[in-house]
């Protein structure tokens, strides 16, 4: 599962990269919303922000982008969006725009259970998801907890820490996450710092799926100075490297 | 002196709530990594205020390694210059290492230690705050890494020399704005990493809950001592107090102890900088309004998106686009009143109290002073207005010389 920046150089590349995605046969694409302040994004992702920022990427953009491709591809499109965001436009009308233009549910990386209620009961009500995350520091009551009010699937942070590629991943990763699926009957997705087959390769027996960032990000930053075609068959040629390792 | 000085700082009301919420305002934005660290650190806290030995151990360090309590000074040259209310001074300024960032910071180190924890890390934007945890972390053999942004490294060089000196690490944070702001985002992004390990002491009363609580009370000692010495050497309480904000914590420990006197005028400065234009000022009570930055629901300087806004003030301290959510509910429950003061009033200002009384103030506490004058002189002489002078201004000598000369 890729994310990707909207407006990361412009929204129309990031309306190909999505279509890209689609047909290399993603299961579901997060589409990161710019945002000046985001607090567990590595340099990667805060550049990508900044960059999008930087050229006017504004919610309603996006979502007019979003509006015209989403019903033409097969994956759905989950936004990964901080809560500055989601209250400035009102949680209803954030949730309301969003559904509109063909987006299936959110991630908010800064919504702990504790403070999601409202959201929560606005999507249930409109059947948008709330993605909620649980983290290696989350003690294991409160996973249950987090478990059980996040819908479409739990996101499971891979490591304590920033967005970013990593070399390698925490030994007891996946020992935590089929413990976690012991407990849950939602699916269950890994991100953070997953970047290279071989982490597909270990990950893919405990996860249903694993989210690719900054890897995929750091691509499409080229996009900027070389021709966007192949920055697009880079990408895609990745994308499908880590697909195989998932099959394989 | 036989009443504890945190003590008493946990009666400042029943705000904020289990959840952190001052009214509407406050609460967690943060992602879950660091939840489970701020549920310990509240924890930590709360068991804290109830033991007596920690409680000593923070007295004796207030008094004998800062200097508390600080003087109430009459600035009585001042005062008579305005020829209106009477001006008094808690003198902030005259704590150990110039600022009252040292109450805070003794008092979350202390905490560190009691969580088992050995490496700090900090923001800083005036480079006070980043001093007295460098300072908090010698004293007591913590490791300490303070981020602060590149701009405010350059105008607030004397105090990256200390903190260098006490065996801190500075980082300078090149990313958005190069202020105040992004040296909390990089010192929250260093925690999202280290947070088993590593405490966050953070300078003001922002960010996730409990640290609007736990920087209000630690700094709500400034209020209490006022408090007491007004009674003590004028037999009444002042007209008002004014303190300058810029996240508000000498703010808010200063009205901390006052909230609950209804008579008493309680007024916070903004920085107002070069006009009332977005990006001109950083004044987010005064033109701001509500959303969500660095954990906490708070007014804030933001654009219809809920983007930050870009903030100017030639202060580097009070050069931050959000504000404690305690002073947003005190906002709107019209208990505080919350007015802008331009960058030209505030070294205005500065240059009046150094002249008439040899005191050289910080320049975030310069618009203080800028607001308590022209307060002063519209008031007859029998009122009295207290100031918290929060910070000498040694750091920014250099800095007011090089904008004087900018100028001419
Ligand atoms: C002397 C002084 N006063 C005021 C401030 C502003 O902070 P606060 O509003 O938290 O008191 C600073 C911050 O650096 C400072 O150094």
């Known amino acids: 599962m890729p994310f990707i920046t909207a407006g990361d150089p412009d929204l129309d590349f990031t309306a190909d990269v999505l279509k890209q995605l689609d047909a290399c046969g993603c299961p579901l694409c997060e589409l990161g919303i710019p945002y000046s302040d985001p607090i567990a994004d590595g340099p990667v992702i805060q550049a990508s922000y900044t960059r999008a920022l930087e050229r006017k990427t504004h919610l309603a953009d996006i979502f007019e982008m979003t509006r015209r491709i989403a019903p033409t591809l097969a994956m759905p499109i989950v936004s990964m969006v901080s809560y500055a965001i989601v209250f400035r436009r009102g949680i209803a009308s954030f949730v309301a725009e969003a559904r509109a233009a063909g987006i299936a549910g959110a991630i908010v990386p800064d919504l702990p259970v504790e403070e ?9 009500q409109e059947d948008f998801g709330l993605i909620q995350l649980v983290a290696p520091t989350t003690p294991r009551e409160r996973a249950i907890r987090i478990a059980r009010s996040s819908t479409g ?13 990593r070399t390698r991943l925490p030994a007891d990763l996946a020992e935590n996450v089929a413990w976690l699926r012991s407990r849950t009957s939602l699916p269950i997705c890994i991100g953070f710092g997953i970047s290279q087959p071989e982490h597909v390769r270990q990950l893919a027996p405990v996860a249903d799926g694993l989210i690719v960032g900054s890897a995929i990000v750091r691509r499409i930053a080229r996009a900027d100075q070389e021709p966007r075609d192949r920055v697009l068959a880079d990408v895609t040629d990745y994308v499908r490297g880590l697909l195989d390792a998932l099959k394989s | 002196m036989t009443e504890s000085m945190i003590h008493a700082g946990m009666q400042t009301g029943q705000v904020p709530d289990a959840m952190g919420r001052f009214g509407p305002y406050g609460g967690r934005y943060v992602p879950e ?10 924890t930590e806290y709360r068991s804290a205020v109830e033991d007596s030995l920690f409680r000593a151990t923070l007295d004796e360090l207030l008094r004998d390694f800062v200097g508390r309590p600080s003087p109430l000074y009459h600035a009585k040259r001042l005062s008579q210059h305005g020829g209106g209310a009477q001006i008094w001074l808690k003198r902030e300024d005259l704590n150990h290492t110039g600022a009252h960032k040292i ?29 007295a945890t460098a300072t908090a972390c010698a004293h007591f053999g913590l490791s300490c890494v303070v981020y602060m942004g590149e701009e405010d490294v350059r105008r607030q060089a004397p105090n990256v020399f200390n903190m260098k000196l006490m065996g801190a690490e500075v980082r300078p944070v090149t990313t958005g704005s190069r202020t105040l702001r992004d040296a909390i985002n990089e010192a929250m992004r260093d925690w999202m990493s280290s947070v088993e390990s590593t405490h966050y002491i953070l300078g003001s009363v922002v960010g996730p809950h409990p640290f609007p609580m736990i920087v209000r009370d630690f700094q709500a000692v400034i209020g209490r001592e006022a408090r007491q010495q007004c009674l003590a050497r004028l037999g009444r309480l002042p007209d ?6 810029g996240g508000g914590s000498n703010a808010a420990g200063m009205f901390s102890a006052f909230i609950a006197d209804g008579q008493v005028e ?34 804030v300087m933001q654009d219809e998106d809920g983007q930050t806004g870009q903030v100017h003030s030639l202060s580097a301290g009070l050069d931050y686009p959000g504000v404690g959510p305690e002073h947003s509910f005190w906002k709107d429950a019209g208990r505080v009143q919350y007015q802008p003061c331009s960058d030209a009033a505030a070294l205005e200002a500065f240059d009046l109290v150094a002249r008439s009384e040899g005191i050289l103030s910080a320049l975030e506490t310069a618009h203080a002073l800028a607001h308590a004058i022209q307060l002063a002189a519209s008031r007859p002489k029998d009122q009295i207005i207290l100031v918290c002078l929060s910070g000498r201004g040694d750091k920014d000598a250099a800095e ?7 100028a001419t």
Not at chain 1, 116 to 124: D, E, R, S
Not at chain 2, 33 to 42: N, P
Not at chain 2, 240 to 245: D, E, G, I, L
């Open chain 2, 103 to 131: 109450n805070n910071t003794l008092g979350q180190a202390l905490l560190t230690l009691r969580m088992g924890k050995s490496r700090v890390i900090a923001e800083t934007g005036a480079g006070q705050h980043g001093v």
């Open chain 2, 240 to 245: 008002a107090v004014v303190a300058c904000v």
């Open chain 2, 266 to 299: 309680l007024v916070g400065v903004e920085a107002g900088g070069r006009s009332q234009q977005p990006g001109d000022h950083s004044a987010s009570l005064s033109y701001g309004s509500p959303g969500v930055l660095h954990g906490s629901f708070s007014y």
């Open chain 1, 116 to 124: 999601a209620g409202p959201m929560a009961q606005i999507c249930k």
């Open chain 1, 153 to 165: 699937f739990l996101y499971y942070v891979s490591v304590a820490g920033i967005t970013g590629e």
């Open chain 2, 33 to 42: 990594t660091l939840v489970a660290a701020l549920d310990q650190l509240e």
């Open chain 2, 400 to 406: 007011i010389a090089r904008l004087r000369q900018a």
